[in-house]
């Protein structure tokens, strides 16, 4: 997991075969690196609140995966924080909302309740991206890949580094339209 890490570090974020490690060992390596690339306003962070959340919405496909690599880690001087949710409220202290597959028949709705918090939303749905959502990771060819919403991104006031949207496998900007 360690080697995922750095090897994602080192700028190869666009692309991972995934024969060695679990799907979800590399999407957690996404969110770990999404969250590097990502700036919140200032109003995304509470009074005195010195992390950044990354919260699992639903049915937890990670498990050890995603907290394991992040222990002691910190980004922009907040330490990261992971946090399990059933559901997610408008006004939840998550940073960066992975909405879980087992989410899908709802995903509309809670897509909905959050779409202007500063909250970056991730999933990993065919129509992740068609509904509302931000980040999509999609698997082709066992390699994971990412899209991006971009007018998602904007009405909840978040800005994502053109680094990140260089690899993007797809950026949908309807803002230029």
Same mark, same amino acid.
């Given at each position: 997991?360690?080697?995922?890490?750095?090897?994602?570090?080192? %700028?190869?974020?666009? *692309?991972?075969?995934?024969?060695?490690?679990?799907?979800?060992?590399?999407? #957690? #390596?996404?969110?770990?690196?999404?969250?590097?690339?990502?700036?919140?306003?200032?109003?995304?962070?509470? +009074?005195?609140?010195?992390?950044?959340?990354?919260?699992?919405?639903?049915? &937890?496909?990670? %498990?050890? +995966?995603? &907290?394991?690599?992040?222990?002691?880690?910190?980004?922009?001087?907040?330490?990261?924080?992971?946090?399990?949710?059933?559901?997610?409220?408008?006004?939840?202290?998550?940073? =960066? +909302?992975? !909405?879980?597959?087992?989410?899908?028949?709802?995903?509309?709705?809670?897509?909905? =309740? !959050?779409?202007?918090?500063?909250?970056?939303? !991730?999933?990993?749905?065919?129509?992740?991206?068609?509904?509302?959502?931000?980040?999509? =990771?999609?698997?082709?060819?066992?390699?994971?890949?990412?899209?991006?919403?971009?007018?998602?991104?904007?009405?909840?006031?978040?800005?994502?580094?053109?680094?990140?949207?260089?690899?993007?496998?797809? *950026?949908?900007?309807?803002?230029?339209?």
């Amino acid at each position: 997991m360690l080697c995922i890490l750095a090897w994602l570090l080192a %700028g190869s974020l666009h *692309v991972i075969y995934a024969a060695s490690f679990s799907e979800y060992q590399i999407k #957690a #390596a996404f969110l770990y690196n999404f969250a590097k690339f990502v700036d919140w306003p200032s109003t995304a962070f509470r +009074a005195g609140q010195n992390s950044l959340v990354i919260c699992v919405v639903g049915e &937890d496909p990670f %498990g050890a +995966a995603l &907290d394991e690599p992040i222990k002691g880690q910190s980004i922009g001087g907040r330490n990261l924080v992971v946090r399990r949710l059933k559901q997610i409220h408008r006004d939840e202290a998550c940073h =960066l +909302a992975f !909405i879980s597959r087992s989410e899908r028949d709802k995903l509309g709705q809670v897509l909905s =309740l !959050i779409k202007s918090s500063p909250f970056l939303t !991730i999933g990993d749905d065919g129509n992740f991206i068609d509904q509302g959502g931000m980040i999509n =990771l999609v698997v082709e060819e066992r390699k994971v890949r990412f899209e991006v919403n971009l007018e998602a991104v904007d009405r909840a006031g978040l800005k994502i580094s053109p680094e990140l949207l260089r690899l993007a496998k797809s *950026v949908r900007d309807r803002r230029k339209l």
